[in-house]
């Protein structure tokens, strides 16, 4: 397992430059072991399903505001991924002192678009009037090896002739 990647009895690995076709070959092996004798736990690895938040900062209105995409990444940066404030010393320890949205504000996309960004001439501004925000499709995670991309369809061998006689001579 460690020097595999595979947790299971058996795993296919795909490898190859294109997410999609990937998972298009995987999904096509999954379907090909699906109802094979002794075949259990079937399972590809999702290569697509992840979620992620997109920001994308509109420059002709940021010069508008006489903003630049730096300080709307600082916003972005200090409120969703978090700024370190301080460090705070407590005998030998050291801690940071870290400050961004609560979870709940970071989990509504509608509370992110609300996001205040501090103008010098115009006052607070949503950060939606600056940056288009959704949430888009992608990877959970990208594996790789060997410097391709990877996918896995994992599965048990259960009741066949080889695990049988693996019990007997465990038994003798």
Known sequence: MLSTGIRTDVGVKILGDNL????????????????????????????????YL????????????????????????????????????EGRQRFSLNARLAQDYRNSI????????????????????????YFSEGPPMIQSENSLLRGTVLFNVRGRDWEVQLKMRRKK
């Open 54 to 89: 997109d920001i994308k900062i509109n420059k002709e209105e940021i010069g508008k505001y006489g903003l630049s995409v730096e300080d709307v990444n600082m916003v972005i940066e200090s409120l969703i991924g978090g700024m370190k404030l301080t460090t705070t010393i």
């Open 110 to 133: 509608e509370d992110i678009k609300r996001t205040i960004i501090q103008t010098h001439d115009f006052g607070p501004i949503p950060l939606s009037a600056v940056a288009d925000i």
């Open 20 to 51: 999609d076709t990937i998972n298009m070959i995987a999904q096509k092996v999954k379907q090909a072991l699906t109802g094979m004798n002794g075949v259990k736990d079937l399972y590809a690895e999702p290569i697509t399903g992840g979620k």
